[in-house]
Nanobody, 121 residues
Framework: QVQLVESGGGLVQAGGSLRLSCAAS????????VGWFRQAPGKEREIVAV????????YYADSVKGRFTISRDNAKNTVYLQMNSLKPEDTAVYYC??????????????WGQGTQVTVSS
């Protein structure tokens, strides 16, 4: 079992930055790829970024490429999402999830409770 807790969300103006953290507890966190997803009101949950178990490879949705950076520190059992140049359309609840390498939410085994990110124009 892996428990995930997100933090770092908040209210920021357009053009600003936030860093989200996903802290894991439980066994073998480094055995899992980790994805960040987001869900805006009335919309489906969508992939934002994914990182492999070792951090050697990453994936980004086109909408965040060049603005967001995913990274992980397995010694601290933590995955980060650095978000720069934020736009109002980035407003959503952001979730981290652990599982196999995938961009599909349904394939992930473990989820955090989510953290709200609100970007004002």
């Amino acid at each position: 079992q892996v428990q995930l807790v997100e933090s770092g969300g908040g209210l920021v103006q357009a053009g600003g930055s936030l860093r989200l953290s996903c802290a894991a507890s439980g066994h073998s966190f480094s055995s899992y790829a980790v994805g960040w997803f987001r869900q805006a009101p009335g919309k489906e949950r969508e992939i934002v970024a994914v990182i492999t178990r070792t951090g050697s490879s990453t994936y980004y949705a086109d909408s965040v490429k060049g603005r967001f950076t995913i990274s992980r520190d397995n010694a601290k059992n933590t995955v980060y999402l650095q978000m720069n140049s934020l736009k109002p359309e980035d407003t959503a609840v952001y979730y981290c999830a652990a599982g196999g390498w995938s961009t599909v939410a349904a394939t992930y085994d473990y989820w955090g409770q989510g953290t709200q990110v609100t970007v004002s124009s």
